[in-house]
């Protein structure tokens, strides 16, 4: 029997839209992007790229193990970035997050992000 289970979690912050934080395919996970929003008063983390990321993975992080796994069983990211300057930050912190085998990854520039963020990752992971 093939199903699908929507994920929701208070450790990140609640969907802004019509989506959910992540769904759950049979033993594949797809995790919505996060942003730097602090989940406990749905602010921005901080001005700067260095902690909105941090904010992000903290966030991505929370809907991984809500869903029934872990950063060592992410499959593949991606990443948007309103400003390419940033990416060398950026990749710093997610490299932390991967130390060994990392994930297939993209990387992009978009010209804006919901409420003005700077970073946006999602991510599909194993359970």
């Known amino acids: 029997m093939i199903y ?13 839209g019509p989506y959910t934080q992540a769904v759950i395919y049979e033993q594949l996970i797809l995790c919505s992007g996060q942003i730097g929003l602090d989940p406990k008063t749905g602010e921005m983390a901080g001005p700067d790229s260095e902690t909105q990321m941090r904010q992000v993975m903290q966030n991505l992080g929370e809907v991984l193990r809500a869903a ?8 593949k990211c991606t990443i948007y970035l309103a400003d390419m300057e940033d990416f060398a930050v950026v990749n710093k912190i997610y490299g932390d997050y991967f130390p060994d085998n990392p994930p297939a990854r993209e990387a992009v ?7 003005n963020a700077l970073i946006e990752v999602s991510c599909m992971a194993h359970r």
């Open 4 to 16: 699908k289970k929507s994920v929701s979690t208070a450790g990140a912050p609640a969907a802004i």
């Open 68 to 75: 029934g796994s872990s950063w060592d069983r992410v499959l």
């Open 109 to 115: 520039a978009v010209k804006s992000l919901p409420k």
